[in-house]
């Protein structure tokens, strides 16, 4: 079992990265920050995700 967390962990970290280094390019570049989330929303939904994760946050809440 901890082998597996250990490479979810190792995703989660490689994702960061990513999305640290897409961000100065961004900022380097002269883009806006609402203009990459923007972007990013129009292709990956992180309002959808951000909002089915409140969701179900309140489903526990409730529970």
Do not use: P
């Amino acid at each position: 079992m901890k082998k597996g967390w250990k490479v979810v962990l190792i995703i989660f970290l490689v994702v960061v990265v990513l999305g640290t280094v897409c961000m100065g390019v961004g900022m380097m570049t002269g883009a806006e920050t609402a203009r990459i989330y923007s972007v990013l929303d129009d292709k990956y939904h992180i309002e959808m995700y951000y909002n089915y994760g409140l969701e179900v946050i309140k489903a526990f809440q409730n529970a």
